[in-house]
T-cell receptor, first 118, second 117 residues
């Protein structure tokens, strides 16, 4: 299975600071890159996603930056809050042209546990 | 609107026992995924179904694991016999048909925390 490598494994940020999580992928067929957020005791939920036709996507305090040539993408959380404390997963999926029969299969990174301290 | 429903939420069993995890996907979704989450290995895709048909089961760890989807609204993941190394949180997720809004998104259930002693 094609990998998506995520770093760091854990991150501690002061309230109001910027949290940055990085991911790198190998499969050039990937063209959908979501980030999922998981709170303790809950399942992951989609936070924000990007396609490679843009280099950046912003939704509120959350921004994805995408570098197609480097095959890297990152999540930036501005003005980090204690309520942002969660595990964040990057993921990637190929387009319909490559995914074959069935569904859009996501390949997940191993996750980053973010702790925002007051 | 109900999300993905999983049961039980917690399961504690002894080594060698059979364990059955259940999932009800979101109505109208035609793809269903079973994941296992551990600290060491993160989120691992075990198997996924499309239109009730298993498409990729390459992530199923061994023959002790089996999954079924008898209809569009129900799936089971069975472990027989269970072993302590199967202890993990098992998630079920579903997604809408291709071409519909949200088709790329997977909607996760709350998970089943399995402990095998």
């Amino acid at each position: 299975q094609q990998q998506v490598k995520q770093s760091p494994q854990s991150l501690i940020v002061q309230k109001g600071g910027i949290s940055i999580i990085n991911c790198a992928y190998e499969n050039t067929a990937f063209d959908y890159f979501p980030w999922y957020q998981q709170f303790p005791g809950k399942g992951p939920a989609l936070l924000i996603a990007i396609r490679p036709d843009v280099s950046e996507k912003k939704e509120g305090r959350f921004t994805i930056s995408f570098n197609k040539s480097a095959k890297q993408f990152s999540l930036h959380i501005m003005d980090s809050q204690p309520g942002d404390s969660a595990t964040y997963f990057c993921a990637a999926s190929p387009s319909i042209a490559y995914s074959g029969a069935g569904s859009y299969q996501l390949t997940f990174g191993k996750g980053t546990k973010l702790s925002v301290i007051p | 609107d109900a999300g993905v429903i999983q049961s039980p939420r917690h399961e504690v069993t002894e080594m060698g026992q059979e364990v059955t995890l259940r999932c009800k996907p979101i109505s109208g979704h035609n793809s269903l995924f079973w994941y296992r989450q551990t600290m060491m290995r993160g989120l691992e895709l075990l198997i996924y179904f499309n239109n009730n048909v298993p498409i990729d089961d390459s992530g199923m760890p061994e023959d002790r694991f089996s999954a079924k989807m008898p209809n569009a609204s129900f799936s089971t993941l069975k472990i027989q016999p269970s072993e302590p190394r199967d202890s993990a949180v098992y998630f079920c997720a579903s997604s809408p048909p291709k071409g519909l809004a949200g088709a790329y998104e997977q909607y996760f259930g709350p998970g089943t925390r399995l402990t095998v002693t």
